[in-house]
């Protein structure tokens, strides 16, 4: 009789977290397998690392700034302060533009000085790197233009999804930026 007593329902969570959180754990065996073979690639000869440019500090700077702000904009969506809640998503997205402006400018610079993906390994797993993190930053613009949508539009009926849309978003924003700290250590340290 008390196996009965539910209404079948085996997670407490929404449909969007749940599938928020599907993506983050393929995104991270994703780039763990990546960092698997990164770290066999590196030990053979051919192996020369190389230099980190000072701008690829200033992008991790970005990175972890983007971060604060959107635990003020979640802040700032429970408090149903959403005037302060879309100014800040638009800093959010200026400073994800800039980091990524930052990246090409790294590439740039890095092809400037000779390191094309083609010349050793380590170059292109530099490449590989940042290029699967921009893309995964692309993909969090996408659901970062919904939110904005989300937040845009707000009135009584919308407020419960909007705090949801922003506080997904902010999520995945924490991950993208655990997975640059590890994908920039790695690359730092070897």
Known sequence: KLDNAHDGATLEISKGKFGLR?????????????????????????????PEPFLMWINTLILLFTSIVFITVQSAAKKNQFEN??????????????????????????????????????NAYFYVFTT????????????????LKNVWKINDVVVRKAKHTVELCAIYWHFLLAVWIVLFGLMLFS
């Open 132 to 147: 699967l993190h921009g893309l995964h930053l692309l993909g969090g613009l996408i659901y970062w233009i919904l939110t």
């Open 22 to 50: 599907y993506l983050m754990v393929i995104s991270s065996i994703f780039f763990l397998l990546f960092i698997v073979t990164y770290s066999d690639r590196l030990v053979y000869p051919d192996w020369r690392s190389m």
């Open 85 to 122: 809640v879309k100014k800040r998503l638009l800093v959010v997205g200026g400073l994800s533009l800039a980091f990524l402006i930052g990246q090409l400018l790294v590439w740039m610079q890095l092809i400037n000085l000779g390191y094309y993906v083609s010349n050793n390994p380590a």
